[in-house]
């Protein structure tokens, strides 16, 4: 069984910038296309990104507006969500997610805040960004 752990999270000015790191404690990512989610307090949540297994295909939701970037690094099983740019309304938990796609997997998609697509999920990390 998957399980995911991300890493990162903290407290952020304003216009500051922060890397979110996605790991597996048990399994490993290769197979998996990796989404970021987030969600604020009272809010619903919110698809970030997405990067396909061969990390060829990366999508963004609405809230990243050019300022966030996926990345995975497939040596050091990792995946990153480069944000930069932050605003106040960045505040959130941030989730990463898992979907099986097997070895070669070349896009991802799901990013709807309703989809059903991602089968294993992190406990998240917070996200704090001051005026």
């Known amino acids: 069984q998957l399980q995911l752990v991300e890493s990162g999270g903290g407290p952020v000015q304003s216009g500051g910038s922060l890397r979110l790191s996605c790991s597996a404690s048990r399994g490993n990512l290769d197979d998996y296309a990796i989404a970021w989610f987030r969600q604020a307090p009272?809010?619903?949540?919110?698809?970030?990104?997405?990067?396909?297994?061969?990390?060829?295909?990366?999508?963004?939701?609405?809230?990243?507006e050019g300022r966030f970037t996926t990345s995975r690094d497939s040596a050091h099983k990792m995946v990153y969500l480069e944000m930069n740019n932050l605003k106040p309304e960045d505040t959130?938990?941030?989730?990463?997610?898992?979907?099986?796609?097997?070895?070669?997997?070349s896009v991802c998609y799901g990013l709807e805040s309703d989809s059903q697509e991602w089968d294993h999920w992190g406990r998240g990390?917070?996200?704090t960004v001051s005026s």
Do not use: F, L, M, N
């Open 42 to 64: 009272g809010k619903g949540r919110e698809g970030v990104s997405c990067v396909s297994v061969s990390g060829e295909d990366a999508k963004y939701g609405t809230v990243a």
């Open 92 to 105: 959130a938990i941030y989730y990463c997610a898992a979907d099986y796609w097997g070895p070669g997997g």
């Open 125 to 127: 990390t917070q996200v």
